[in-house]
């Protein structure tokens, strides 16, 4: 089984944060740090998928969630997965006081500014918690 820290992002289909949140795991998992962060469909999780929840139970998970309903951070602990951090985008965006991310269905130079900035986060969080592991 593997030993990546899984960085699992919230569907957030209809909201910028949501797609701040996929495209966050999405730059940690397949650009700055693959051997050593996986990601999962919260789908998979949430309807009880086998090899989903084999993947995440009983590991340490850093939840990305696009608002405060935190349907990643809720459903994780639900399929048995460790929620290691829990961070929630539209917290992180306060940092950047009047910004624009851009809307749903895309981001904005802005916006990918601030998934450049949440991903170093996930990173040194992913590196924390893998030590720790
Ligand atoms: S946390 Fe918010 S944005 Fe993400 S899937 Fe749930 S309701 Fe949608």
């Given at each position: 089984m593997s030993k990546k820290v899984k960085v699992i992002p919230c569907s957030?289909?209809?909201k910028v944060y949501g797609l701040m949140a996929r495209e966050t795991a999405l730059k940690v998992v397949s650009e700055l740090c693959p051997e050593e962060a996986e990601t999962i469909c919260l789908a998979y999780v949430v309807t009880g998928d086998a090899e989903a929840r084999e993947k995440i139970e009983g590991f340490r998970c850093i939840t990305l969630d696009g608002?405060?309903?935190?349907c990643a951070a809720k459903n994780v602990p639900l399929a048995?997965?460790?929620?290691a951090k829990e961070l929630r985008m539209v917290d992180v965006a306060?940092?950047?006081?009047?910004?624009k991310p851009g809307d749903a269905t895309s981001l904005t130079e802005e916006g990918w500014q601030m998934v450049d900035h949440i991903a170093e986060m996930v990173v040194g969080l992913v590196k924390e918690i893998g030590k720790e592991a």
């Open positions: 957030g289909m209809g608002c405060p309903k935190l048995g997965g460790i929620v306060k940092e950047f006081k009047g910004a």
